[in-house]
């Protein structure tokens, strides 16, 4: 089974431990995680997984899951022989019982059937070449192998802690030469055994390590009769395995393969209340605490499947944070307690009688001058604003067109009574962030809209755009702009758009005076191929081309092979030309066998005014042949389309870095509407 997420901390992990509690004792379960270095072979499959079990505790106290295993082991093999009348037994159905009972009852000192133990330790010598004929009888090894198993098993059984572990690493040094994981074959003549394959991370853009380590589960799976349940990240599985893998291999890893989609509200909700179980904390906070943080208002508005586990638990304990130091919802007449705050405060002066007003009321002057400061001002702007976030939102989205924006003399006498000292009181923010974005995209459609964004992104903190806080080229001289009182108002969505719109004024420089960089298309073609819905995104590495990729789009009815690459580098179109001739063979045969249409194959390049007279001659030439000429389709770039498509690269990028506070889902949602030229042109017939 393959478990694959659309990247890290959609909860991969914490699924599979919920799979080994659910599972409890009818399997064993083994993780494997490969450590770098590791030669890719059975022998490092059962060093790593011993050393997992090793380390793993047991449902008993001083027990790990190794020796519950080895314990299980021998006594199932025991169980066969007395049923089998192969070892004399004085009382064999009670016997038969209590070998299929706790195994600690046989092998602990003080266990409720530890003469059966002793019995067991007493005669190890004589029973253990009996227990591994049998083994050797329905597992491929020979019997003395079997034998050096089993003691090593027994001591671990008897002792635990690290008894017989190293001499079983010894003897997994034979499974490299026997094709046989000697250990994990053994175990499952006691129970199914399921390799949990996780943590390949390592290995990111490693195909040949992608290869290996899928031939080497499918083998076990096919040959050994073992269970594997193999989970990784979409960006490792395109990189690693995907299409590098041989058609055959692939399909067979995907036969049974569980895409792990985001939370919903629901599942949200049930998260937070688990970790809030963990964690002890009582039903009364836990009640104000969803209150506080209004996960129906958090989901509203994220497209579905887009919030990750550790994003949203993340969200919730910064919420914590806050409403750790807060007024609770309702104060009683005694100073309420802060659930594990870790810093008390002194209570307030809070009379019986009296009560904590509604923020919605207005206090008299003399009322408010009397009421003590509890947070410094930058901790109440961060509540405020938490509280702003918090709001319910309207019923529905307005169906009439926002209202026009103010004229350029409004504005220009708005400005002017601000700078001559009149007070220009603040705007309330609105709480539906849908109506904002749609006023802000109504204003861009708007003439001139482009020069106001790009004057009020200087506006925005360096800081919290990350971008640098010197331009790059010194600006021309302009006359001095009045200030304007601030207005509070927090929009996310301007926010990017006006990083975007900073990017570019300080792109443009490069796109008018370097030539094309095609590892920046590539590089946005590949983000958005990976996030898009209705795009799946393929690499192929070129033929004799080590390290050299072509990227595959592949939408209903047509196929998309971008061609990146400068047009003198002949070599490399000669190669992709190959390639494209292939790929409609391909096409036309599969039509074919499936009597459907032909899927449209069209080669995808970009060319700005610099490549025009490169372009022309390695189109009139010989390198690309005349069949397949029709199918090509060179995309021109003016100077502001190449400038917005470095900006869109630059900005997703540090949004799946971290350096801007924003999901890429995030920057494709509000940003995309600004490419809507570049993914028109490439995607028409």
């Given at each position: 089974m393959l478990l694959t997420a659309p990247r890290a901390g959609y909860g991969k992990t914490h699924l599979l431990g919920r799979v080994v509690a659910a599972a409890g004792s009818g399997v064993v379960m083994v993780p494997l995680a490969f450590r770098t270095g590791d030669v890719l072979n059975l022998?490092?499959?059962?060093?790593?997984?011993?050393?997992?079990?090793?380390?793993?505790?047991?449902?008993?106290?001083?027990?790990?899951?190794?020796?519950?295993?080895?314990?299980?082991?021998?006594?199932?093999?025991?169980?066969?022989?007395?049923k089998e009348g192969l070892v004399p037994s004085a009382n064999p159905e009670q016997a038969l019982r209590v070998l299929t009972g706790p195994v600690t009852d046989v092998f602990n000192k003080d266990g409720a059937a530890h003469?059966?133990?002793?019995?067991?330790?007493?005669?190890?010598?004589?029973?253990?070449?009996?227990?591994?004929?049998?083994?050797?009888?329905?597992?491929?090894?020979?019997?003395?192998?079997?034998?050096?198993?089993?003691?090593?098993?027994?001591?671990?059984a008897f002792e635990g802690g690290a008894e017989g572990v190293a001499v079983m690493q010894d003897l997994a040094a034979a499974d490299r030469e026997t094709g046989t994981p000697t250990w994990l074959r053994m175990l499952s003549l006691w129970r199914p055994v399921v390799l949990l394959v996780d943590h390949l991370d390592g290995y990111?853009?490693?195909?040949?390590?992608?290869?290996?380590?899928?031939?080497?589960?499918?083998?076990?799976?096919?040959?050994?009769?073992?269970?594997?349940?193999?989970?990784?990240n979409q960006d490792v599985?395109?990189?690693?395995?995907?299409?590098?893998?041989?058609?055959?291999?692939?399909?067979?890893?995907?036969?049974?393969?569980?895409?792990?989609?985001?939370?919903?509200?629901?599942?949200?909700?049930?998260?937070m209340r688990l970790r809030m179980d963990r964690a002890k904390i009582s039903k009364e906070d836990l009640v104000e605490f969803e209150a506080f943080v209004d996960v129906k208002q958090y989901f509203l508005g994220r497209p579905?499947?887009?919030?990750?586990?550790?994003?949203?638990?993340?969200?919730?304990?910064?919420?914590?944070?806050?409403?750790?130091?807060?007024?609770?919802?309702?104060?009683p007449g005694e100073q309420a307690e802060v659930p594990?705050?870790?810093?008390?405060?002194?209570?307030?002066?809070?009379?019986?009688?009296?009560?904590?007003?509604?923020?919605?009321?207005?206090?008299?002057?003399?009322?408010?001058?009397?009421?003590?400061?509890?947070?410094?001002?930058?901790?109440?702007?961060?509540?405020?604003?938490?509280?702003?976030?918090?709001?319910?939102?309207?019923?529905?989205?307005?169906?009439?067109?926002?209202?026009?924006?103010?004229?350029?003399?409004?504005?220009?006498?708005?400005?002017?009574?601000?700078?001559?000292?009149?007070?220009?009181?603040?705007?309330?923010?609105?709480?539906?962030?849908?109506?904002?974005?749609?006023?802000?995209l109504h204003h861009l459609r708007q003439p001139g809209a482009r020069n106001q964004m790009a004057d009020?992104?200087?506006?925005?903190?360096?800081?919290?755009?990350?971008?640098?806080?010197?331009?790059?080229?010194?600006?021309?001289?302009?006359?001095?702009?009045?200030?304007?009182?601030?207005?509070?108002?927090?929009?996310?969505?301007?926010?990017?758009?006006?990083?975007?719109?900073?990017?570019?004024?300080?792109?443009?420089?490069e796109a008018e005076n370097q030539p094309l960089d095609y590892a920046k298309l590539g590089e946005l073609i590949r983000l958005a191929g990976r996030r898009f819905p209705l795009v799946r995104l393929g690499e192929h590495e070129l033929l004799g081309m080590t390290g050299r990729q072509t990227m595959?789009?592949?939408?209903?009815?047509?196929?998309?092979?971008?061609?990146?690459?400068?047009?003198?580098?002949?070599?490399?179109?000669?190669?992709?030309?190959?390639?494209?001739?292939?790929?409609?063979?391909?096409?036309?045969?599969?039509?074919?066998?499936?009597?459907?249409p032909p899927v449209k194959l069209k080669v995808v390049t970009f060319k700005a005014d610099r490549e025009h007279a490169a372009w022309q001659a390695l189109y009139s030439g010989d390198t690309m042949p005349d069949p397949l000429k029709p199918h090509l389709d060179a995309v021109h770039l003016d100077t502001h389309s190449v400038a917005a498509l470095y900006a869109m690269q630059r900005i997703i990028k540090d949004a799946e870095t971290g350096a801007v506070q924003a999901e890429p889902t995030q920057v494709m949602t509000v940003l995309a509407r600004e490419l809507d030229f570049f993914w028109k042109r490439i995607t028409r017939a």
């Open positions: 022998t490092t499959v059962t060093r790593r997984g011993l050393e997992a079990l090793s380390l793993a505790a047991g449902d008993t106290e001083d027990w790990s899951r190794l020796r519950e295993a080895c314990a299980g082991l021998v006594a199932h093999l025991l169980h066969e022989l007395i003469m059966i133990g002793d019995w067991l330790r007493k005669h190890a010598g004589g029973l253990r070449p009996i227990l591994a004929r049998r083994v050797a009888r329905q597992v491929p090894v020979r019997a003395d192998v079997a034998d050096a198993w089993l003691d090593a098993m027994l001591g671990q990111y853009r490693n195909p040949d390590a992608g290869v290996t380590i899928a031939s080497l589960l499918m083998d076990m799976v096919d040959s050994q009769g073992l269970h594997v349940l193999l989970s990784l599985w395109q990189a690693t395995f995907g299409h590098h893998l041989p058609s055959a291999l692939e399909d067979r890893l995907t036969a049974t393969q569980v895409l792990l989609r985001g939370l919903r509200e629901t599942d949200a909700a049930a998260l579905i499947g887009s919030v990750s586990a550790r994003v949203f638990l993340r969200h919730c304990a910064r919420q914590w944070e806050i409403f750790q130091n807060s007024v609770p919802l309702s104060v594990s705050a870790g810093i008390s405060f002194p209570p307030l002066p809070v009379e019986p009688s009296s009560t904590i007003p509604l923020m919605t009321e207005t206090l008299p002057l003399e009322s408010a001058d009397e009421v003590p400061p509890i947070f410094d001002e930058t901790t109440s702007a961060e509540v405020q604003q938490m509280a702003e976030s918090l709001a319910e939102p309207q019923a529905a989205l307005p169906q009439n067109d926002p209202p026009p924006p103010p004229a350029a003399s409004d504005w220009r006498a708005t400005t002017a009574e601000a700078g001559a000292g009149t007070p220009v009181p603040p705007v309330s923010p609105s709480s539906d962030a849908f109506v904002k974005l749609r006023e802000m009020d992104a200087a506006d925005i903190p360096a800081e919290r755009l990350n971008i640098p806080s010197t331009p790059a080229a010194p600006p021309a001289a302009a006359p001095a702009k009045p200030k304007t009182s601030p207005i509070p108002v927090s929009r996310p969505g301007d926010a990017l758009l006006g990083r975007f719109e900073t990017l570019r004024l300080q792109m443009k420089a595959v789009w592949s939408i209903q009815g047509v196929e998309l092979l971008f061609g990146l690459a400068p047009f003198t580098d002949t070599a490399y179109w000669r190669v992709l030309a190959g390639f494209a001739a292939g790929r409609l063979v391909d096409l036309a045969s599969e039509a074919e066998r499936d009597d459907t």
